[in-house]
C-alpha cells in the first residue's frame, strides 16, 4: 500500500479543488448594453452555474480611456466566478470616440443595464 504524504494529499486536495471549479462558470460574451454604439459598448458575463441571487461585480479594463478590452479581464472574471461572485466585464468606447466624457458615460450605462 503506497505512503500518504503530507504532500500527496494536499495535491490530491488541489487537484479536486481545481476539477470541482472546471466547467461550472457560464459565460455570455458579447452582450450589448447599449445598442447605439455597436461592439464597443457590449460586455462578457461570467456566472455561477446556480441562479440564485448573487453578488455582482463590474470589471472595467484599464488603458487610459485609450486603448484595451474586455477580455483582458476574462480571467479575473472565471474566478470571480468560481468563486460564487458575477462578474460582467466591459468594453466602452476609446480613442476619440470616447473622449471625456463619453468613456465615463459608457461606463455608467453598462452599470445600469
Known amino acids: 500500500m503506497p505512503r500518504l504524504t503530507p ?27 447599449d445598442d447605439r454604439f455597436g461592439a464597443q459598448t457590449t460586455l462578457d ?3 455561477p ?25 476574462a480571467a479575473l472574471a472565471r474566478r470571480l466566478a468560481e468563486e460564487g461572485y458575477v462578474a460582467a466585464s466591459i468594453n ?4 476619440p470616440e470616447g473622449a471625456y466624457p463619453r468613456a465615463v458615460q459608457d461606463t455608467r450605462c453598462a452599470f445600469g443595464f
Open 7 to 33: 504532500s500527496s494529499v494536499l495535491c490530491a486536495a488541489l487537484g479536486a479543488c481545481l476539477l470541482l471549479a472546471c466547467g461550472d462558470v457560464s459565460v455570455r460574451k458579447d452582450i450589448s448594453y
Open 45 to 47: 458575463i461570467y456566472a
Open 49 to 73: 452555474p446556480d441562479t440564485s441571487p448573487r453578488a455582482a461585480v463590474m470589471l472595467v479594463h484599464g488603458g487610459g480611456w485609450r486603448e484595451g478590452s474586455k477580455e483582458q479581464l
Open 92 to 95: 466602452y468606447r476609446l480613442g
